[in-house]
T-cell receptor, first 115, second 112 residues
Framework: GAVVSQHPSWVICKSGTSVKIECRSL??????MFWYRQFPKQSLMLMAT?????????EQGVEKDKFLINHASLTLSTLTVTSAHPEDSSFYIC???????????FGNGTRLTVT | QKEVEQNSGPLSVPEGAIASLNCTYS??????FFWYRQYSGKSPELIMS????GDKEDGRFTAQLNKASQYVSLLIRDSQPSDSATYLC????????????FGTGTQLKVEL
């Protein structure tokens, strides 16, 4: 089945620093990947849609200058949390599928803790 | 606003019983529906997808879709303690491609 790899699985950083999270589709090409964020005991909230070769589409309320997304190839999307603050501490999950009408598969997630 | 609603639970069922999880959605034109299972601290795992009215069975899982009522459900037969998790209903709304909107999830507890 479709495999999505996400790295790192967890990261602790100091307030004010930046953190990069990678999402790779291992056995299929993904023109579109999605980045979600999940706070404790809450559901997944879509942050942005990552489009290969073009700018990401951000959901309302998500700061594009803070959450930088790069989708440079058909198998890799990166999310960079810039100038991280403690309130950015969350579980970040990427997802992708091979076609627009096939189910999404999720990476294992990245737990970010900002101290 | 396009919404997906679930009862947050917890839903407690005894081992071996049938667990019934329900979900409603706001966009009548939605075409694709999914159930994901999420263990605590882990990312969601796809359990079932359903696209047309009726039932779809896969092992102990049955997804049911009623587009007229804008209702999708998941039945888990012979529930096991390992089924204890949060179950997320996800809907792909009209014109959204495979972008999913998730419900808040229902926590299921299967008790010995």
């Amino acid at each position: 089945g479709a495999v999505v790899s996400q790295h790192p699985s967890w990261v602790i950083c100091k307030s004010g620093t930046s953190v990069k999270i990678e999402c790779r589709s291992l056995d299929f090409q993904a023109t579109t990947m999605f980045w979600y964020r999940q706070f404790p005991k809450q559901s997944l909230m879509l942050m942005a849609t990552s489009n290969e070769g073009s700018k990401a589409t951000y959901e309302q309320g998500v700061e594009k200058d803070k959450f930088l997304i790069n989708h440079a190839s058909l198998t890799l999307s990166t999310l960079t949390v810039t100038s991280a603050h403690p309130e950015d501490s969350s579980f970040y999950i990427c997802s992708a599928s091979g076609t627009s009408d096939s189910p999404l598969h999720f990476g294992n997630g990245t737990r970010l803790t900002v101290t | 606003q396009k919404e997906v609603e679930q009862n947050s639970g917890p839903l407690s069922v005894p081992e071996g019983a049938i667990a019934s999880l329900n979900c409603t959605y706001s966009d009548r034109g939605s075409q694709s529906f999914f159930w994901y299972r999420q263990y605590s601290g882990k990312s969601p795992e796809l359990i079932m997808s359903i696209y047309s009215n009726g039932d779809k069975e896969d092992g102990r899982f049955t997804a049911q879709l009623n587009k007229a009522s804008q209702y999708v459900s998941l039945l888990i037969r012979d529930s096991q303690p390992s089924d204890s998790a949060t179950y997320l209903c996800a809907v792909s709304f009209t014109g959204g491609g495979n972008k999913l909107t998730f419900g808040t999830g229902t926590q299921l507890k299967v008790e010995l």
